[in-house]
């Protein structure tokens, strides 16, 4: 099998508003890949990822999918690349964890018990069984954000994006996420995530892409590209003072 996942072909979005678009992309993404897409805040990043599953369509250029063109059948392509937003509470809409985890295996119209199994297995691998029958609201940021992951991780999806998994969350909850993602790649989901802090993934993340101003400009080893970063705004976690910052 073509271990090619998803691949971006000149990719080009410009918006009129004058934010920063993104401007001929071209990035390959393998099944066995976790990928830290770092770049300053506003560098394009969460623009980019938004056209993997068709959630922002490209002036110009295209997005593959095992080959085909997602515009081709976008359904496909939501259910096996599955986003995880910069706010969970954008994509939580349920009364409850439990009911919030089987919305998407309802909405394919799987049979009950199918449902329900899948549910219980996700749920205890986040450790979200004791909550399953609360309000998503009642959660704390790291519980609604292994919630959303639920949501995704139920549909079986191939590749899991994260766009600034780290936000507004606390020291233990950001290690408890980071452990997560590297147990999720290690199960067989390629990942990429969009960080302006790349601390918590740098030392088990397999490539590290680093864009400015809407283009990609280094791509390689995260370890080797770590100099790289304090040149385009992002903290190297390598430094002397970046880690007396973090003790």
């Known amino acids: 099998m073509d271990n090619v996942l ?11 508003s004058g934010d920063t678009g993104i401007f001929e992309i071209c990035l390959t993404v393998f099944r066995d890949d976790f ?3 770092a770049g300053k805040n506003g560098c394009g990043k969460t623009t980019l990822i938004r056209h993997f599953n068709g ?3 490209a002036d110009t250029g295209r997005v593959l999918f095992n080959g085909q063109d997602i515009q081709k059948n976008l359904t496909f392509a939501r259910k096996k690349i599955g ?3 910069q ?11 439990f009911d919030e985890t089987a919305f998407g295996p309802e909405n394919l119209n799987m049979g009950r018990e199918e449902i329900n199994g899948k549910v219980n297995k996700v749920l205890t691998l986040l450790d979200l069984d004791h909550l399953r029958d609360r309000n998503p609201a009642t959660l704390s940021g790291g519980e609604k954000r292994r919630l959303a992951i639920a949501g995704i991780l139920v549909m079986e999806p191939d590749l899991i994006v994260f766009d600034e998994p780290f936000a507004n969350l ?3 909850s950001v290690l408890s996420l980071a452990g997560l993602c590297r147990k999720l790649h290690h199960s067989g989901h390629a990942i990429v995530m969009t960080t302006h802090d790349v601390a918590p993934v740098i030392t088990f993340a397999t490539k590290m ?5 809407g283009r990609i400009k280094e791509q390689g080893d995260p370890i080797l590209l770590a100099p790289c970063l304090e040149s385009y705004g992002v903290k190297n976690p390598f430094t002397p003072m ?3 910052w973090t003790r």
């Open 6 to 16: 998803l691949k971006t072909d000149h990719l080009t979005h410009a918006f009129g």
């Open 35 to 37: 990928i830290v897409l």
């Open 55 to 57: 959630l922002l369509m």
């Open 83 to 85: 986003m995880v937003f």
């Open 87 to 97: 706010d969970p509470d954008t994509q939580i809409i349920a009364d409850t964890v």
């Open 170 to 172: 606390d020291y233990p």
């Open 209 to 213: 892409v680093i864009m400015d101003k």
């Open 242 to 244: 970046a880690q007396a």
